[in-house]
C-alpha cells in the first residue's frame, strides 16, 4: 500500500476529502518524525512504538575495494511493533506465547515471617 492508497482508505472511512485525508496524513506522519527527531518516542497502544536510537561506530568491509572502512557513529530511528499488531499479523505466534505463559509456574509467595519471641 503506498501513500494514496492510505489516503483513499481514509476517504472511504471517514467520508473527508481526498485533500482533507492528505493533511491528516500528513500531520500524523510529520508529528512522529518530529518527535523522534527530538529524542522523544512516540508510543500507540496495540500498534507499536516509533523511537530513536543510536549506533555505535563500527568498522565495516568495502568488498569492492577489498578493504575496510569506519563507519561512524550515527542516530537512526526504529519501530517496534506492539503487542495487537504482532498478534495480528501471525495469531499462531501469539497463541504459542500466551500458551508459553501460561505453561510457566506461578512465581512463590515469600514465606510468612515467624513471630519475635519475647
Not at 2 to 19: C, D, L, P, Q, T
Amino acid at each position: 500500500m503506498n501513500r494514496v492508497e492510505f489516503i483513499e482508505k481514509i476517504v472511504a472511512a471517514h467520508g473527508v476529502s481526498k485533500a482533507e485525508a492528505g493533511r491528516i496524513l500528513e500531520t500524523v506522519t510529520s508529528t512522529i518524525v518530529g518527535a523522534v527527531k527530538k529524542g522523544d518516542s512516540v508510543s500507540l497502544v496495540g500498534f507499536g512504538t516509533f523511537k530513536q536510537v543510536s549506533r555505535a561506530a563500527r568498522t565495516g568491509f568495502n568488498p569492492q575495494a577489498g578493504e575496510k572502512i569506519k563507519i561512524a557513529a550515527q542516530k537512526v530511528p526504529k519501530f517496534v511493533a506492539g503487542a495487537a499488531f504482532k498478534a495480528a499479523v501471525d495469531p499462531k505466534a501469539a497463541k504459542r506465547k500466551a500458551d508459553k505463559a501460561a505453561a510457566k509456574p506461578a512465581a512463590k509467595k515469600a514465606p510468612a515471617k515467624k513471630a519475635a519471641k519475647k
